[in-house]
């Protein structure tokens, strides 16, 4: 497995931008899809964006056309960064590492602690 550690979340006002990163250990994260996932407060757990080994990217509906996901294999790291930001993107951001490009959480083995994503309005 893989050890991940998220940054970059902060406060924001909507129509604004942030760039998570999450750092990852080990020398075979270029051998994993990564993915970002978001929780708010009691909903579920659910998918952002994910990126595979081949860079391709795959994106839920809600942030299609604002958030790019990418990653730098020389660095072991992933970003997610979030333009045109809405209220309801207010949550706690998760990025995971997995065996395959897949919105399921499921999916994925390893998981970072989280940085929260507040967006104001």
């Known amino acids: 497995q893989v050890q991940l550690v998220e940054s970059g979340g902060g406060l924001v006002q909507a129509g604004g931008s942030l760039r998570l990163s999450c750092a990852a250990s080990g020398r075979t994260f270029s051998t994993y899809a990564m993915g970002w996932f978001r929780q708010a407060p009691g909903k579920e757990r659910e998918f952002v964006a994910a990126?595979?080994?081949?860079?391709?990217?795959y994106y839920a509906d809600s942030v299609k056309g604002r958030f790019t996901i990418s990653r730098d294999n020389a660095k072991n790291a992933v970003y997610l960064q979030m333009n045109s930001l809405k209220p309801d993107d207010t949550a706690v951001y998760y990025c995971?590492?997995?065996?395959?490009?897949?919105?399921?959480?499921?999916?994925?083995?390893?998981w970072g602690q989280g940085t929260q994503v507040t967006v104001s309005s």
């Open positions: 995971a590492a997995g065996g395959d490009l897949s919105s399921r959480p499921s999916r994925y083995d390893s």
């Open positions: 990126i595979n080994t081949r860079l391709i990217t």
